[in-house]
């Protein structure tokens, strides 16, 4: 293995023309504390949901990395989303203090059509639709109760769908006028008095009575309805231009009635529920008000649009002397500050903790210690989260800034985190190799792509031939010759966007497949002629169950010899192995293991990792992996599988899954080896050593790693000082790891036992750590070896488009004595993997890039306009 001296060439790929899709709707669930972090969901503009869960452990307050994406659900080929909707699928079974899990939610969504999805989050697929029966959706909003749905239609109708008891069925249609409804909010809940019900019944959906709706419409009003009766109570009218009509994107409430609205004309107004009159008006934005959200606590409001400002209004409480003797305060709102996050339009906020508008009686207390998180996301694909404590929450005592970017935890001071976009679904990478062959492909909702890194000779001086002039000759060259070439383009039929692909290391296979169907090609050599093999649906059908009716897969990997193909596959969690090395693929094996509840404590894997000074001997299971071995009784308990690695030798298969379960298995016979204790978060990745094929590398998005022995089914105790002594540096960076990979060895040389380094690689870093002490005994980043253990990547010494060689070793030497180097020249990073030994490939898609295929951002001149 060559050491940290050496220069490695990297080949900077900036011609994969992936796409990410923008960010159209964001959704925390309700009634939280925010003492813990709930998931936070992310719609995009292809039909796709993210769904984001807190990276910082239980007891932590702080996360550098933030949200990081735990589970996509694959939206319908072509489809979108506008609107998301979180409910407590049974708040009554949850604690006062509980922050409600995915598991105990419910998830709404509208995407432009008439149909109301709901989908399930356990299987990752559409659970159940209904029409509005009034036409295009504009606005989904629940009732703080969480028993009911406010759907504004085209039609001019509000149309009000019954959740309760699990259901989902029209319950009443609001009076309808004459213009469409874009945005409807819930007003306050009544306590009911006196309620009529028996001592011994404890439904408690009685204590509290929807008063009214609000809704924003597109003839230049607001309307307040009553929600028993259906009609309209009054209507409010809002500024316009002669000949046009303002549209009022979006309303909230107010514990205490109050009213805001957001309109086509940039104007943010606050109503009186009561007189419905209005109180203040704000020319906040240049261009439309598309998004409004409510502080916690009810004391800030933040409105965002087409001018990319995020303005925050705060509620202060004004005195006014009437008389010598008498003084009369009154409650006001003021646009507090004002701030620049985004590079286009902001379509969605959403803030956490998410506000609930209950009576001051009700009114939930927030520890103001924590400071509250405004999530926004549009047209240029990326989340900011920026911490938003008021100013006087920061008088009386430290407010804590949970993204850990500043000291600072206002939303004047604080600064903001970008959170990086997905370069795939489920946050596995959309970008693939094939080593041998030296392909590369991409994936997309419905194409795949593959290109050919071409190997560029090297030229040498031949005899009487100077130096200098074989440098111009090889410059005229390279300039002469494409670096890559594009030779495969495909457009795919497919029920819903693609969530996973692979390619062979020897570049003869591409599985591709949605959650319904998977789809393998043979890919001739030359020009590669994609081949389907059109028999793959019928020979997995007979391995899977008839309901659901599903041959598709979440994730694939090809052994290095590419005669064997393993999946998960959708919907039912099942690991199957397939031989393709005949004329005719056939399904070897069929693994169950993460749909059992066997080993399982509260859906976790117990071991105790401190055991024998933290080394953990797991036991073998004698289990042959079948589902007619299992127990008939037992609900499955299914597992999103989408990390899957495989070692070089061929022997061994790692699997993971989101409930943070690991299973290995041994390729050889075909059996199962072993489980992994659970951690406390998923495996962001997996990766095996290729000089020493037992080891497992799992990373996780809190950037920590755990090293595993598959052969001895322990964790080695060289690993422990290594995994527990990692550089802060290094585990708070704010982008989390994505991917791991090491370099393979050199053909024909035997395994060195020193060396030995993982590179680590998330969207703005690359970093590359040693495994020295795997000989030494000590290793990892401990005081005496610190200067030895760490080594990084060269980076290159001139950008370039495609393929160049990294820099020399004389500026890098100086860096040796460091106890970290991250190096960070690439951003934003889609794929990183070794093409061969020495021979680096990063993928990079610019921002500027994919902003430059959107629309012009809203600009207006602010001085010499005419």
Known sequence: MADATNSVAVHRCRFIDFDPSAITALAFPPLPLPLRFGVLAVGHANGNIDLCEWSGLKNEVQSPQAWVIRKTLPGLYPSKVDSLTFVIREPHTLKEDQVPSVSDLRLFSSGGGSELLEWDIESSCIRRTINSQGGTIWSVSANPSGTMLALACEDGTVRLISIADDTLKHHK??????CRILSVAWGPPIPKENPSKDEDDDDDDDEWVDSWLVTGCSDSSLRKWDASTGRMLDRMGTDKIRGERTLVWTVATLGDGTIISGDSLGMVKFWDSRTCTQLQSFQAHGADVLCLTVGPDGLAVYSSGVDQKLIQFSRVKTSKAENSSEVR???????????????????SLAIWPPHTPLPSSHKRQFPPEIAPIIASGGLDMSVVVTPAALPLSTLSSKVINPLATSVH?????????????????????????????????????????????????????????????????????????????????????????????????????LVVADLYETKLFRLAEGRLKPRRIREMSSI????????????????????????????????????????????????????????????????????????????????????????????????????????????????????SDDRCRTHIFNLDSVQHHCVLPSFTHPAQSLAFDPSNPNLLLLAFPNNTFQIYDVETRQFPSWSRELCNNLPKRFTSIHDPIIGVTFEPPVPGTPSQTSGRFALFWGSTWLCKISFDGTVSGGGGFSKKRRRESVKHVVPPATPHKNAEAGAGAGAASEEHHKELKMITHYRPILFVDYMAPGELIVVERPLVDVLATLPPAYFRHKYGAS
Not at 329 to 347: E, F
Not at 452 to 460: E, G, H, Q, V, W
Request: net charge negative; proline share 5%; charged share 30%.
């Open 409 to 509: 935890a206002t939303f004047e001071d604080s600064y903001h985190r970008r959170l990086a976009y997905s370069s795939g679904p489920t946050c596995t990478s959309a970008v693939h190799i094939a080593p041998q062959a030296r392909l590369v492909s991409c994936m997309r909702d419905s194409r795949v792509s593959i290109w050919r890194i071409l190997k560029k000779p090297s030229p040498t001086p031949a005899e009487g031939e100077e130096e200098e002039e074989m440098e111009e000759i090889a410059e005229e060259k390279e300039n002469d010759m494409a670096d890559w070439e594009k030779c495969v383009e495909m457009e795919l039929d497919v029920h819903t966007n693609l969530v996973a692909s692979a390619l062979s290391a020897d570049g003869k296979w």
């Open 540 to 655: 997995l059908s007979p391995h899977l169950p008839p309901k659901p009716a599903s041959t598709g897969g979440v994730s694939f990997a090809f052994t290095p010899d590419s005669t064997k193909l393993v999946m998960s596959t959708a919907l039912t969690s099942y690991i199957l192995v397939i031989d393709i090395s005949e004329e005719k693929p056939r399904v070897v094996r069929k693994f169950d293991h993460h749909r059992q509840r066997n080993n399982l404590s509260r859906d976790r894997v117990t071991k105790d990792l401190r055991r024998n000074g933290g080394d953990v001997e797991m036991p073998k299971v004698d289990d042959d992996g079948d589902s007619d071995d299992s127990d008939e009784d037992d609900t499955p308990l299914l597992g999103n599988v989408s990390r899957i690695a495989i070692s070089a030798d061929g022997q061994w298969l790692a699997t």
């Open 173 to 178: 249609r609001l009076d309808r006028v004459k």
């Open 329 to 347: 305060s009154t409650i006001r709102w003021i646009q507090t500050s004002s701030r620049r996050m985004h590079a286009h339009d902001v379509r």
